[in-house]
């Protein structure tokens, strides 16, 4: 069992950064793909960014690439997401993400999810 708590959402201007953490309880941490998703209203979830268990390799979605970065330091059981030239269009609530499976993770069936932080970006 593993539970997610993420932090670091809030209201930006557009061209601003934010960085979101994902704080992973359990010991076994270092046994999962972590990845963020993120809802806006009235639309579907949507895969945003994930990174293999080792952190050797990220993947992200078209809309994001070149703007956000995902990370993770497994000795905190933490994973981040740095947010740079954010965009009104990134208004959304992100959630956290885990999986022992990378491509699952990324379909949006993951095994673990936390509760979302809403990030706000004003035109």
């Known amino acids: 069992q593993v539970q997610l708590v993420e932090s670091g959402g809030g209201l930006v201007q557009a061209g601003g950064s934010l960085r979101l953490s994902c704080a992973a309880s359990?010991?076994?941490?270092?046994?999962?793909?972590m990845g963020w998703f993120r809802q806006a209203p009235g639309k579907e979830r949507e895969f945003v960014a994930s990174?293999?268990?080792?952190?050797?390799?990220?993947y992200y979605a078209d809309s994001v690439k070149g703007r956000f970065t995902i990370s993770r330091i497994n000795a905190k059981n933490t994973v981040y997401l740095q947010m740079n030239s954010l965009l009104p269009e990134d208004t959304a609530v992100y959630y956290c993400?885990?999986?022992?499976?990378?491509?699952?993770?990324?379909?949006?069936?993951?095994?673990?999810w936390g509760q979302g932080t809403q990030v706000t970006v004003s035109s």
């Open positions: 990174i293999r268990s080792s952190g050797g390799t990220t």
């Open positions: 359990g010991r076994t941490f270092t046994s999962y793909a």
């Open positions: 993400a885990a999986d022992h499976l990378g491509p699952r993770l990324r379909t949006g069936r993951s095994e673990y």
